[in-house]
């Protein structure tokens, strides 16, 4: 059964720095990896798709890798502003059927 | 473009009621799915669908009812509330599936008493 982590829960960082967030996952034969942001009381928004024969999409400030052998994605964030504050998922899809499985997610709070 | 619309935002039901919770979409997408998110347990599929007349069960299936009448809507049909599913719901769709983006509503936030 496919296990999606997100570690940290939680990251403090302040304005201005580079940072990374992390997702593993345990199952290999995936068919996409999503990252996603969540607003407080608001629905998830799509960041970055990278589909497995990808090793990396970049988005502006936003960079996602992959390593399907691993099992691993991160998540890197430039120049961090105190608009990137916000609940950061991923979610990977694979041999489950029409469905994504979601880590919990990671806390972000990117103080002035 | 309205994108994902869930109604309503808020909904506080006694244990046994029923309901429907809507959800609809104005991008002629073909797949849609329901999500429940709680707090320690992430989002968790409820029901999705690939395109009207079609549908199939996630992770947790039991107690919700989907039907997909039209490309537009896909609501979920809460049969007898029971307090365990007090919870966040989110609608989700995507153009033909999930090895695409998908677009969330804001969600109904939903407490059985």
């Known amino acids: 059964k496919q296990e999606v982590t997100q570690i940290p829960a939680a990251l403090s960082v302040p304005e201005g720095e580079n940072l990374v967030l992390n997702c593993s996952f345990t199952?290999?034969?995936?068919?996409?990896l999503q990252w996603f942001r969540q607003d407080p009381g608001k629905g998830l928004t799509s960041l970055l798709l990278?589909?497995?024969?990808?090793r990396e999409q970049t988005s502006g400030r936003l960079n996602a890798s992959l390593d399907k052998s691993s099992g691993r994605s991160t998540l890197y964030i430039a120049a961090s502003q105190p608009g990137d504050s916000a609940t950061y998922l991923c979610?990977?899809?694979?041999?489950?059927?029409?469905?994504?499985?979601f880590g919990q997610g990671t806390e972000l709070s990117v103080k002035p | 473009n309205a994108g994902v619309t869930q109604t309503p935002k808020f909904q506080v039901l006694k244990t046994g009621q029923s309901m429907t919770l809507q959800c609809a979409q104005d991008?002629?997408?073909?797949?849609m799915s329901w999500y429940r998110q709680d707090p320690g347990m992430g989002l968790r599929l409820i029901h999705y669908?690939?395109?009207?007349?079609?549908?199939d069960q996630g992770e947790v299936p039991n107690g919700y009812n989907v039907s997909r009448s039209t490309t537009e809507d896909f609501p979920l049909r809460l049969l007898s509330a029971a307090p365990s599913q007090t919870s966040v719901y989110f609608c989700?769709?995507?153009?033909?599936?999930?090895?695409?983006?998908?677009?969330f509503g804001d969600g109904t936030r939903l407490s059985i008493l």
């Open positions: 989700a769709s995507s153009y033909s599936g999930i090895n695409q983006p998908q677009h």
């Open positions: 199952d290999s034969a995936i068919y996409n």
């Open positions: 990278i589909q497995s024969s990808q």
């Open positions: 979610a990977v899809s694979g041999n489950q059927g029409g469905k994504l499985i």
């Open positions: 991008m002629n997408h073909e797949y």
């Open positions: 669908s690939v395109g009207a007349g079609i549908t």
